[in-house]
Nanobody, 127 residues
Framework: QVQLVESGGGLVQPGGSLRLSCAASGRTFSSYAMGWFRQAPGKEREFVAAASWVGTTTDYADSVKGRFTISRDNAKNMLYLQMNSLKPEDTAVYYC????????????????????WGQGTQVTVSS
């Protein structure tokens, strides 16, 4: 089992940057594929980015491609999401998630691909 705790959210102006972190407990973190999702008020949780267990295979939602970067440090049991050029529509609660499959599956962009979830961190983009 793995426990996930997100941090790094906050209020930022449009065009600004934030770096989200996800701290994972457990010795098996390095074997999990990891993902970031977000959920805005009144909307379903949506895929943002994912990385395989090594981190060499990544995928992004079209809405964040070129602006967000997912990375991981397996030695530190950490997952990151660097968010640049933030827009008001990026406002949401951001969640990290872990998948027992170390590789990105054909459905890695869906919530059902993930076995463990964090509690989320709020990101608000507003002037």
């Amino acid at each position: 089992q793995v426990q996930l705790v997100e941090s790094g959210g906050g209020l930022v102006q449009p065009g600004g940057s934030l770096r989200l972190s996800c701290a994972a407990s457990g010795r098996t973190f390095s074997s999990y594929a990891m993902g970031w999702f977000r959920q805005a008020p009144g909307k379903e949780r949506e895929f943002v980015a994912a990385a395989s267990w090594v981190g060499t295979t990544t995928d992004y939602a079209d809405s964040v491609k070129g602006r967000f970067t997912i990375s991981r440090d397996n030695a530190k049991n950490m997952l990151y999401l660097q968010m640049n050029s933030l827009k008001p529509e990026d406002t949401a609660v951001y969640y990290c998630a872990a998948s027992k499959s170390g590789y990105l599956t054909s459905y890695h962009y869906t919530t059902r691909a993930y076995d463990y979830w964090g509690q989320g961190t709020q990101v608000t983009v507003s002037s």
